[in-house]
């Protein structure tokens, strides 16, 4: 079975930092792609970043320069580094992968994990 598994979110003050990790477990033999999208109340789910396998990133236009995403290939894990954190970024996050795993090709959603950005 695999697993993609979120931690890091939290209560932050605007202007602050968090960062979120995302590890993916289970029999998976290549991962193509992993990002972090977000969803906040009422709004639909959108992207925030991704990575591939060699490195390329993409980021949505609000988070540039704020956010930075990085992967570890050897722990099969996704980094999200969130600075200069605003009350408009307060959202659940999701982690998600493109990978291939004894099951096939399939994306997988991590549960989300909570990012709260208030004074």
Known sequence: ?????????????????????????????????????RQA???????????????STNYADSMKGRFTISRDNAKNTV???????KPEDTAVYYCNADL???YGRNHYWGQGT???VSS
């Open 114 to 116: 909570q990012v709260t």
């Open 1 to 37: 079975q695999v697993q993609l598994v979120e931690s890091g979110g939290g209560l932050v003050q605007p202007g602050g930092s968090l960062r979120l990790s995302c590890a993916a477990s289970g029999r998976i033999f290549n991962i193509y792609a992993m990002g972090w999208y």
């Open 79 to 85: 980094y999200l580094q969130m600075n200069s954190l």
């Open 100 to 102: 291939f795993s004894s």
């Open 41 to 55: 109340p009422g709004k639909q789910r959108e992207l925030v970043a991704d990575i591939i396998s060699g490195g």
